[in-house]
């Protein structure tokens, strides 16, 4: 979603109404509402900000079935002290980053989804290891050099209210000399290569996995209404990004800062 054209996602943002904004705290609005009408139906990525937090489960269902490439979660670096990862959501990378590092803190700002990241972590004994906060791109509740990864997964954009350049130094100072930053399904690669960042992306077919046919027509009617007739039509539950006019989670933007 980072990112998204003012004329996406027509159908999520016929959800939401200039009333619901109410629904965020001071610190939120201060970053999602913008100076204009601060009509979700005008802006997709308001409406992405009311989605987590009024159907944070709808939008968990989404991010389950939308599953990153493996080599995505192969590359990052293994068995480090302390990881930090912003955004974090309902964790579809967290979970992952749990077997990656002594110590994993999970930054989210969306209260709803920061219940479900700890109930799915409850239910795995992951509770120990990973804590999970509160917090923005632009003011991260770290000390400096805190963390030897530093990661944002389908969350950083350019915008200030979603990173930009204040939260990517926010990234940069929590991050250990010789650590590494990653900014996971970027949309923005022009934007991060003048920040000094590389570029990284992984081969093969890709498709999201939804639960049942039934749901694959349901959340496409939804979050990728161009692809919904073709999906009930061939009968899918596995449907390939193509089809959804979206770019998989195949890719990576990194940089090592220095030693
Ligand atoms: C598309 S979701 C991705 C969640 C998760 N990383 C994943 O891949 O499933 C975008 C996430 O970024 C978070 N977010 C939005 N603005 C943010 C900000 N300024 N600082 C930190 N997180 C932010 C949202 O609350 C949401 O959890």
Known sequence: ??????????????????????????DEASRFVPRGDG??????????????R???ELYDRLASAERLHPGIVDWLPRGVDRIAEVGAGTGRLTMELMARGQQVVAVEPALPLRQILRRKLAAVGGG????????????????????DLVVACSAFTPSPGHGGEGGLAEME?????????????????????TKGYRYLSFPGPMAVEFGSHQ????MAEIFYPKG??????????????????????????FKVLAG
């Open 228 to 253: 919904a007739d073709e999906i009930r039509r061939r009968g899918w539950r596995r449907v390939p990004f193509e089809v959804l006019g979206i770019n998989p989670p195949r890719d990576l933007a």
């Open 215 to 218: 749901e694959a027509v349901e």
């Open 173 to 193: 100072r929590v991050c250990r000399p010789g650590g590494c930053v990653a900014i996971i399904w970027p949309n923005h690669l022009g934007w991060l290569t």
């Open 128 to 147: 120990n290891r990973v804590r999970v906060i509160t917090g923005f791109f632009d003011q991260l509740p770290l000390p400096g050099d805190f963390a």
């Open 1 to 26: 979603m980072c990112g998204t054209p003012a004329d996406s996602y027509l159908e999520l943002r016929k959800r939401y109404t200039a009333a619901d904004v109410s629904v965020f705290t001071r």
């Open 39 to 52: 009509d979700p139906q005008n802006d997709a990525e308001l409406a992405w900000e009311l989605l987590y």
């Open 54 to 56: 009024l159907e944070p």
